[in-house]
């Protein structure tokens, strides 16, 4: 059976993000358009940790996608605490990109002439101006220093990403997605490109931070066995959403 | 702040565009070294023109001159008397010049003979500087022959044997002076010399105390050539062989008498009143005045000039080579420009998924574009920055560069006899310097226009899907 994505008594209107009707489709050369999501509804509360899971090509990366504002939907309306998102200006959307929301990809996608530190930093380097930057450059260093401590690279903050393994190349991604204190996490496929132990610890400290911090976390996955650390899994097939469950019933 | 961080890593890692300005350094440099040399030879050829000219000149448009000059020059002292440092009034005619060699035969040139005051002349512009002797010592100008060139003439010495009551003592007598006339003349020192290939001196053919036969128009009606004969008393060496090889001075009564346009002893006319005005003074306004003012005394009969204006077409000729150069060598660096275009392209496919993650942590289309412009700016003022350096230090050792190079090759590269320069001439004009610099980085910055703009454009989520 398919169950409706919003469960009963779950308000849209109290969601932190919310999105109705989310359609996409790419175009690839002059005339073939593929469609990709063909309606999506989609709601997280704040403080929730929600899975995404679905076969390759369902549209799980498109819709994190479209909710992190790094694409724009055909159709549908994105809210963000109750405030429509998606039709903001490119500014506003840059913004929110910076201060609402942190990006974890599964290819980490570290800069590579920056040390570790560096890249967690770099939220905050697009953020503020040089003036801001010197201003208040030491706190903004102790404080990054701090966010490699809690992923467990407080050691490796000098070092280049091509010095670090895949799990702390991941450890630094988070540590930058939460260094520039977002309201929600988007992860896509986190432990994608790691072995079974690095993805174990990735998902716990994903799972830790959401509990510790009540952070709204949204993760892209692929493997059950991380999903059902969630909240809830959404499921998706063909571009529509199928199911959504609540962990402990699934 | 980003933007300027990673635009430092960039310039820290990517060797390969630094290598792309390199193109741009040797431009830079390339110019630098061009334009000094240049500006070294225009100098020193202006120095030298203007040393040889007066700063205004006064001249009619008859070869016979005016006889009033005395009246002229009294206008001029009343117009600017102020202004001016000196007058001297010259004979300047067309002539043919023979010298006579020792084995009987004669040489024959065509010149400009200029019957001057030397004491006059002096004192306009930097003649007496360029005076010497056949030693290349400076004399002071003047045209006294010397008496003892006369005594040891040949037939002076037989002269000195003979009793005056000798029937042969006064054709003796004037047969020395025939030999040796009493009459001195400064000669161009090109004309007096001939230059074997691959000697270091220079050969007299018209060594000190030998005579000089001058050929000049007469004044009159019909054309006819007066003939004269002079010793040569010492050489004009200026440097410009325009001159080196054109002028005789000779003295002006000596001149006018023989044209016919004098009396030998003060009275006569003169065809150029030579003004050296006080330094600071505007010399184009002066020269519209007095032009104004010797019109309204005799309509289209005196012509006044600036020692530029009557150098225009050298001087012109000269800034003509000068900026078809730089337009040549401004092409080189635009050709750099076009390597930096290709290289910034190459660096933004290369850089694409780090595009699409700044894009994705909030970086803003102008933030991205901003990297690469200011990574185009910084490579551009590297590059400058270095070839400004080798140029100027090139331009500082140029003439031992040139030596190292002689002794290397076994040949002059730069051949003091050609130029009359003893060093290759150089002048570092700053804002020669500084236009070159702005010139090449704005070159290399809008090279990098382009591929900044293509990165700024990039979608996100193509540039995160970028394999």
Not at chain 1, 45 to 60: D, H
Not at chain 2, 303 to 324: D, S
Not at chain 2, 427 to 453: F, H, K, M, N
Request: glycine letters at 10%.
């Amino acid at each position: 059976m398919i169950l409706p994505f919003i469960p009963k008594g779950h308000h849209a209107m109290n969601a932190h993000l919310h999105a109705v009707g989310l359609k996409k489709a790419y175009r690839k050369g002059r005339s073939l358009e593929v469609p990709v999501l063909h309606g999506v509804d989609f709601s997280i509360e704040k403080g929730e940790m929600v899975a995404i899971v679905g076969a390759s090509g369902s549209g799980k990366s498109t819709l994190l996608h479209l909710l992190g504002l790094l694409d724009g939907p055909d159709e549908g309306h994105i809210y963000l605490n109750g405030e429509r998102i998606d039709q903001q200006p490119d500014k506003k959307r840059d913004h929110l990109r910076n201060t609402a929301f942190g990006f974890v990809f599964q290819s980490y996608h570290l800069m590579p002439e920056l040390t570790a530190l560096e890249n967690v930093l770099m939220p905050q380097l697009i953020r503020l101006s040089p003036w801001q930057w010197f201003s208040q450059k030491k706190q903004l260093k102790r404080d990054a220093a701090e966010w490699l401590e809690r992923v467990g690279l407080g050691h490796r903050g000098k070092h280049k990403p091509s010095e670090l393994s895949g799990g702390e190349m991941q450890r630094t991604a988070i540590a930058r997605a939460l260094a520039g204190n977002p309201q929600i996490i988007l992860a896509d496929e986190p432990t994608g490109n790691l072995d079974a132990e690095s993805g174990e610890s990735v998902m716990k400290l994903l799972r830790d931070l959401n509990r510790e911090r009540g952070m709204t976390m949204i993760v892209v996955t692929h493997d059950l066995n991380v999903a059902r650390q969630a909240d809830r899994i959404v499921r998706l097939n063909q571009g529509l959403v199928e199911s959504f469950t609540p962990v402990l019933a699934a | 702040m980003y933007k300027y961080l990673l635009c430092w890593r960039y310039l820290k890692t990517r060797y390969i565009a630094l290598a792309s300005v390199i193109s741009v350094m040797l431009g830079v440099a390339t110019m630098i070294v061009v334009n000094s040399v240049m500006a070294g030879f225009a100098h020193t050829m202006r120095d030298r023109l203007h040393g040889i000219l007066a700063d205004v000149v006064v001249e009619s448009y008859d070869l016979d001159g005016f006889w009033d000059w005395r009246d002229v020059q009294s206008i001029i002292q009343k117009e600017c008397g102020d202004l001016v440092e000196a007058t001297a009034p010259t004979m300047e005619t067309f002539g043919l010049l023979k010298m006579y060699l020792p084995d009987g035969q004669a040489v024959t040139r065509q010149v400009m003979v200029i019957g001057i005051r030397p004491e006059d002349r002096a004192k306009t512009g930097d003649f007496s500087e360029f005076i010497q002797d056949d030693a290349g010592k400076p004399i002071k100008p003047g045209f006294e022959v010397p008496k003892n060139w006369q005594t040891n003439s040949p037939a002076g010495h037989l002269l000195k044997d003979t009793p005056k009551d000798d029937p042969l003592h006064d054709i003796l007598k004037q047969q020395a002076g025939e030999q040796v006339p009493d009459r001195g003349a400064i000669v161009g020192y090109a004309l007096a010399t001939i230059h074997r290939p691959g000697s270091s001196t220079d050969d007299f053919i018209a060594p000190p105390g030998s005579r000089i036969g001058l050929a000049f128009p007469k004044s009159g009606r019909k054309p006819e050539a007066a003939y004269d004969d002079y010793t040569v008393v010492g050489y004009f060496k200026s440097g410009m062989s325009e001159y080196d090889s054109m002028h005789v001075y000779v003295p002006l009564e000596r001149l006018q008498y023989m044209r016919m346009l004098g009396d030998g002893l003060g009275a006569g006319a003169v065809n150029q009143i030579q003004i050296q005005v006080k330094p600071g003074v505007n010399i184009n306004e002066i020269a519209g005045r007095l032009q104004r003012v010797l019109d309204s005394r005799r309509p289209m009969y005196f012509r006044v000039a600036t020692w530029e204006q009557k150098q225009g077409p050298l001087l012109e000729a000269v800034k003509i080579e000068q900026f078809i150069l730089n337009v040549l060598l401004f092409l080189i660096i635009a050709v750099a420009g076009f390597g930096i275009l290709a290289i910034f392209s190459m660096i933004v496919v290369e850089k694409t998924r780090d595009i699409g993650v700044l894009k994705a942590l909030g970086a803003s289309t102008s933030g991205v574009r901003g990297i690469f412009l200011s990574y185009g700016l910084a490579l551009s003022i590297v590059g400058c920055g270095a070839g400004m350096i080798e140029g100027l230090l090139i331009v500082h050792y140029l003439n031992d560069i040139e030596n190292v190079i002689n002794s290397l090759t076994g040949t002059r590269v730069f051949n003091p006899d050609i130029y009359y320069f003893s060093e290759i001439p150089t002048l570092v004009e700053p804002w020669t310097v500084a236009g070159i610099v702005l010139g090449a980085i704005a070159i290399a910055v809008t090279a990098s226009v382009w591929p900044a703009q293509r990165a700024s454009k990039l979608h996100p989520v193509q540039a995160l899907r970028f394999e």
